[in-house]
């Protein structure tokens, strides 16, 4: 693991993760990038300390060169510091898990790009909510017909707990709002290349062009804090996507609702153990998570039966035990978000900022 | 009453919601266009025989000059059939209760507007939505500066009913779907101009400019059927507006979302007795309607306890009950729509084409 | 109408419903046991003088005698002052339509059943939640077997305006605690009747046995205002029954769900308009008022489109409007509640106080 | 870990919740009675064969006397298998967590309870429903006073799963409805602990008599598959509990409503994130998994913000986590359930059968 030391949110949340279905054991790190904060995090964490590095470099040549050396690496670091170590261990020939949105400008995507092409090694993108059983599961109806020739997608992730100015020693609100560590996206980047992602990942359409407006509401903030977005999307299909970090009583509203010329699905995150399916003039049905009437579906990802709740660490989980079948090559990864999904999220949050400065135009990819 | 005759919807509505509270007697009408059916329909509803007209201007003329001739009117028929009557009603000094939208061009709608002026008689559009009692206190509750300065609106208002091609005799699908009865718009007509209203009614705020995608997704369809529209409003809010007839699983789903920098609301009309409340940094509250902790509020416009459902003909009520009242002097109607927000529908619709037409440009108002 | 004059609340709710659908105009009232009051009540409500009456044996005699008598009495006077009134108007050949519970004891009860045979004139029940389109669409679905033999019945009647000592000028709380006005029961009377009655409209079972604990939470309180049942029903069936006064949270929750070999329902009273639906094996459906794929069902007891929400006043309108084509002889009534449902809710109440006065025992019907 | 094996359920749950937090490591195993299976289930969890045991006495010994022996046992077969391991290990020193219900008889369970008052080791009994933060942030505010003293208390839950005769290859059913593994409950053993559990523990009040009507609906079932619980609780409180495998529509649903005399809470085991909460005259509040508001509350027991659901592992992985703290000293574990849940939930099973037997008496503790 890069990054995940003391005081960090996502680091431990991979880690639990990875832990769930006991694919991966944590072995080494280089958990910080202060040399005694890494010494004190990898203590903490029982790592041995000949294996707890306070440079990622370093990790990457003398793991490299072990005959034990690490399989896989989690970046789990903020968004600055996701190419130099994605770079290092691809190639250094270790598999990359890297947290998301992929970098923090299309120009450092595209070395990262380069050096997954250059590499035996794996790259995964931590889109973590395609890992929810049931939109998995909505992946696989649409891919089939379920819902016919998509219409419209709304999707929306809105959030407050930015919608004030947050306390100085908010680690998690300092670096999101920090051009310098999260690039130039703040709500579009951190949560909206979510929703764009989970979007594209169950419609299986691409973006062809979008129109942002972004708002930065509170005083003194430099990144965007609610993006209304239109796209358009391959096939004639149209989405809107709201990212909000300051729309007061929302926690973390993701939500997903598509509409084909067949049927509609409806989904959100904050119970993500149902979703509805309503075919045109039948009544609306509740789809639960490995739940009646489904024939496979979200049953294949899932470890407990209908009607126990499995919830954001689960989801998570998912994405590593399929990381871990594909690194063991027992599994092709098709669900797996890798470098494709990086470049679209960075193109998204690049073009968002170049249409709302130019006033809110059509950006094509 | 003009117009609702047999096989009509919305008359019968109107006639209940007038009903309800016992203001209003229905004592003529010209039910039709068609001489039989307007007086077939006369008939069923028990008019005079004498009062039931064929011709809205000879009704006009007629029930003016009888000394109980009829206060006022209510015109519910399609939209190209609102101006004449309209015009009519007014320069005979009657007052004219008229559905939305206003009408089928901006042209006309300043037309009726001059009507307006230049008469004694009071002109009320029903944008009925804005009777629900949680509405009226959402309105009040922003007004007084619970939700403080209004950021980000989120106003939706999604069915599914014209998915497919509708039959060939769904007369209510027919006339929507027929630019020379309905005018230029589609959904944005129909409720694409419900949804701005509510939004404007509850907030306070104006739109200044807005950007439209608009669909005619269902097959030889020639009205808009989809909006996707960005709004920037007053005060430097906000808001995305979505107006669907093809969400399939979507009944009549206006819903309407507002935060400010104090407190978020949100309501959907398939539930309207019940609104959430969140503070920022407290736990969301369930207002109902009526219901404990309101100070007031909504518990003005309903007639019975919390916890007993009222509906979409309660709502309609109350924009009936508060002209009774407007016309009989006993208050000022300051809830009521009226010409104001139908100048505002007919721009929106407009305005909508006009972008969507120049292929999703900013319009200003 | 009997009683319902100023302060009174159920009955400006009897005269809403009966006006909904324009089938019975008000025209003589005696509508308070206080002479001035009544008169008063009577001009309030425009009332010929001639015809608001200060007494109700009175009113009966003089209505049954004028050529343009009235031909039904609403009865919306506390529970001890039903059986004279219906008595009364039942023996003077005019038809009955009477608020639940039908009066203060069995023994009072068998004389209103009594003057029932011995009349000519009908006698409705105003079990007003039977009216919902939901519920009777429910009914529909049980007769033609889509939920198999029903197994298992959960109803529950929970408010909790009463949990607290009620201010002295609640005039609706003082009669309801009050045993000289509102007979043994409570609970179970006020609301405990609504709940069993539901029950047994739907699932078409009849009550052969029941258990109760009922307790008077609020200090001094006179009657229950909390009741648990148990009830064994016909056919083999189980319910369970709660009815509550001092459910904190709880406005009005009457819900009701039953469960069969084949299939099972839930609704909830708060939100009407949807009902769920669950074969074994296959997904939960939301049954919307009149939406997609019922074949009939409740649309036909329905003023708008699914998605527009009804509520307490149309479902009681549709008791309303029943009652007004059982009286014309358009239909037969058979689904409104009569003599036997007002029976069974007598048994209810005084074998719930047997039971729960013996230490809770079984009581046999 | 004893029990678990190939096919089994709930060891695969435990093994995942003892993981989450990284507390525990599995390293012993007599995973199934079958020699050939147990070896077959060690392997592919990786166990050191030698520790892979066929026989649970043989376990208790052998890892008692290995320097590097387990420290606790997991005890994960179906009921008639709990006594026999729970003592042997009790007696060998080994701290014991044992699946619930306690055992198949009151005899039994005092025969365990003995052995856990002559042993040094711990015992965990994993109802553990009590591990959902919101629960237990549920019962803090029942301890501090926020409802007053309790009045009423409902519990249900409710599963369709054995609403049929199960298919013959089904081996969760085929024990569970087997009076040699399972004991004399059915509903009532499986679930109806945990209700039964989950109301104690949270209100904190005790089980003082009980009432029940159990059937068993599906034809040929032994035991029962319906239980109407009437419980009279410490304090006065009242409470309702239905627990039931044939209900329909009903996947896992265990709720739980408490009511006191200053306000109320409800709570749903398959979206367990959220809880309402109402103060008399107030608001109803939806109190989040860590959200807003909250002066500590479940925020404790959480791994990840607000919004981002935890479910039913992470609720199974905080009984671990207490656990290990427990066993470790590091806290007293004062939420664990133990051997007196233990002998509750036999007296719970074993009133039940005796009231249900006499036709519904009380039956008291």
Redesign the interface.
Known sequence: MVGGGQGA?IG??H??AS????RFELVAGALSSTPEKAKASGEALGLDPERSYTDYEEMAKAEASRPDGIEAVSIVTPNHMHAGPAIAFLEAGIHVICDKPLTTSMEEAERIAKAVDASSAKFILTHNYTGYPLMRQARQMIERGD?GKI??I?AEYA???M??EPDADNKQAAWRTDPKKSGGGGAIGDIGTHALNLATFVSGLKPEAL?A?L?A?VTGRQLDD?A?V?L?MSGGA???L?A?Q????????LTL?I????????WA?????RM?????????????RG????GGGAGDWT????????????GFANVYTDAADLIQGKADGALLPGIEAGLEGMWFIEACIESSKA????VKR
Chains 1, 2, 3, 4 share one sequence.
Not at 246 to 253: L, P
Not at 259 to 266: F, L, P, S, V
Not at 291 to 294: P, V
Request: aromatic fraction near 10%.
């Open positions: 949110f431990g949340v880690r639990i832990r769930i279905d006991d819902l219409r419209v709304q959030q407050d707990w919608a004030e129109l407006d708002d509401f609610n209304h239109l358009r149209k989405a809107m709201w909000s300051v729309a007061m009583g929302c926690e973390n509203g609702r509409y084909g010329d067949k049927a509609g699905i409806e995150q904050e119970n993500p153990n509805t399916f309503t075919k045109f003039g039948e009544p609306k049905q509740i789809i639960t739940g009646a009437g489904l470890r407990i039966p209908p009607g126990h709740p499995e919830g954001y660490l689960e006033g809110g135009t059509w």
